[in-house]
């Protein structure tokens, strides 16, 4: 089937459009960026998650567990979990931002965008490192708390937090958008949230420490194997446990490994989502 | 999709009709470029809609049956967007953008976000976003579904318009009567191509007659059988929404 025959010669170049660049235009990545920050600015509920979220494990959970455990490594429950608590504000808004491709893909703008001649990895990439920075913000929401735990920040601990954060941020909503892009509905944020977020949350050393609780006594008690392979298999631990070095100074497993990780893992998600969205864009 | 195939001449405006589920959504993604036909070419606008698809994605305007815009974006946002995806050059996207809310009678709530705006706003906002780039194919998917009678007469008065400055325009409805005013139609059912022609021309070899209308030559092809479809997991997704579901803003 032909649709208006008349252009069999190549079309001529339009003076007020260029020719798309074949795989990284940056405007459309700087395009995608701000579409994510201006879809967030006007989502009062995420913003409100994101302290609720705080309050709720920072002041409620930590200052109730608190009471009952003198110290973990030294630190108490509240600061022992402030780390975990951003990579929890962390993790939900990195999901929420590539779960929202379920509806963008099937009612929403992402229909316009398959059809447009934008290069899909630069379209991925612009969706992928706005989602990081919303993640980054609403992380920012719990550092906000960190005098309230009783955790004095420099400057540059925050600088070092905000890097972990954007880090895990890029990880998250890259494989956020494989699992989206293979989700047929969506039904509500519920099975992610049980499913995936909280997960992640439990198994990545940010309630408990990854080599178990030294008791009253002295013991160490530890952790059963089944759990600790769980920990390690979780990708979020090794940014976690960079984010609790950042933020306390203190890490349960060596830097070069958190380092590497933490900086390589993203790089293989985000090669992931642009073949993800690429399948995608054309069934 | 078997056996359908038919050729759109440069200027025109052609209907693609059929009851629910005949294919014709599936026929506006196939030439749209976001699905692969099986088998079979489709060429638009010269160009290979598989081989050639960014070809063909750079000189296609889409608006879908469903307003493909971002409803916490303004108007003047969603453009902004539309014209950086299809590569204007910096110093015209102001002026471009500008013209097309004009153009779209949008220019007083341009800095309004989308979910504000009634169905016939956000439908005439899709049509100058999808000319903003002055595609040489225009493809509309059931473009005045939802839409009031003021609404219908506008959008059809604005495709009028383009036709005559040498747009082609590729238009898939069931709404008979609007169908009338296309140069050339397709009846398409099952999957099947059942008939191509001019309106009148189509009025004369099916129905015998001329004074009849488009509607009665429909039935008498496609049958007067209720179509009942499941709904599909899209369907679900857009009950969702309705509902008001979470993350479908």
């Known amino acids: 089937m032909i649709v208006s025959q008349q252009a069999a010669a190549p079309a001529a170049p339009l003076d007020f459009r260029r020719a798309p660049a074949p795989r990284l235009d940056l405007r459309v990545v700087a395009a995608m960026w701000r579409r994510e920050l201006l879809r967030y600015r006007r989502d009062r509920s995420q913003w409100f998650g994101g302290v609720s979220r705080a309050v709720l494990w920072l002041i409620i959970l930590g200052y109730g567990i608190g009471a009952s455990y003198t110290n973990i490594e030294g630190f108490t429950y509240t600061q022992y979990i402030l780390p975990g608590v951003a990579a929890l504000n962390v993790i939900f808004a990195s999901m929420q931002s590539a779960i929202a491709l379920v509806w963008d893909r099937e009612v929403g703008l992402m229909r316009e965008i398959f059809v447009s001649p934008a290069p899909m990895p630069s379209v991925t990439l612009g969706k992928v490192l706005g989602g990081a920075t919303v993640a980054v913000s609403q992380g920012t929401i719990v550092l906000l708390f960190a005098p309230l735990a009783g955790v004095a920040l420099s400057a540059a601990q925050v600088l070092a937090a905000w890097a972990v954060m954007f880090a895990m941020g890029v990880l998250l909503v890259s494989i956020g958008t494989v699992i989206a892009s293979r989700m047929a509905t969506f039904e509500g944020f519920g099975a992610i949230s049980n499913g995936i977020v909280l997960p992640m949350y439990f198994l990545s050393g940010a309630v408990f420490p990854i080599r178990g609780i030294v008791g009253l006594g002295g013991f160490l008690v530890e952790l059963p194997v089944w759990l600790k392979v769980l920990m390690f298999i979780n990708p979020v631990t090794y940014p976690v446990d960079l984010l609790r070095g950042a933020l306390l100074s203190f890490r349960q497993l060596p830097l070069g490994l958190d380092l590497g990780l933490t900086a390589a893992l993203p790089l293989v998600a985000v090669a992931a989502a642009v073949a993800a969205m690429n399948r995608l864009s054309v069934r | ?249």
Not at chain 2, 35 to 63: N, S
Not at chain 2, 115 to 144: I, Y
Request: charged fraction near 25%.
């Open chain 2, 1 to 249: 999709m078997h056996d359908v195939s038919f050729d759109v001449a440069a200027g025109e405006l052609f209907g693609l009709l059929g009851p629910n589920g005949a294919g014709k959504t599936t026929t506006h993604r196939m030439l749209t470029t976001t699905l692969a036909p099986t088998t079979g070419t489709m060429r638009v606008a010269g160009f290979d809609v598989v081989a050639e698809a960014r070809r063909v994605r750079d000189l296609i305007g889409v608006v879908f049956q469903e307003p493909a815009l971002d409803d916490r974006l303004t108007a003047h946002e969603n453009l902004h967007l539309h014209a950086v995806l299809y590569g204007l050059r910096p110093r015209f996207v102001g002026p471009r953008v500008q013209e097309a809310l004009e153009w779209a009678g949008l220019n007083e709530h341009a800095g309004r976000p989308v979910r504000t705006f009634s169905g016939g706003m956000k439908r005439r906002l899709e049509l100058a976003r999808a000319l903003l780039h002055e595609p040489r194919v225009l493809f509309l998917d059931e473009p005045t579904a939802g839409l009031d009678p003021q609404g219908r007469r506008r959008l059809w008065d604005q495709i009028g318009a383009l036709r005559r400055v040498g747009l082609t325009a590729f238009v898939t409805t069931h709404n008979m009567p609007e169908a009338e005013s296309c140069d050339r139609v397709a009846i398409i059912d099952t999957g099947r191509l059942l008939v191509t022609g001019s309106p009148a021309e189509l009025k004369r070899r099916i129905a015998g007659r001329a004074n009849t209308t488009l509607e009665d030559v429909f039935l008498d092809l496609t049958g007067r059988a209720l179509r009942d479809e499941e709904a599909t997991p899209r369907d679900r997704l857009l009950g969702f929404g309705r509902r008001g579901g979470e993350l479908t803003r």
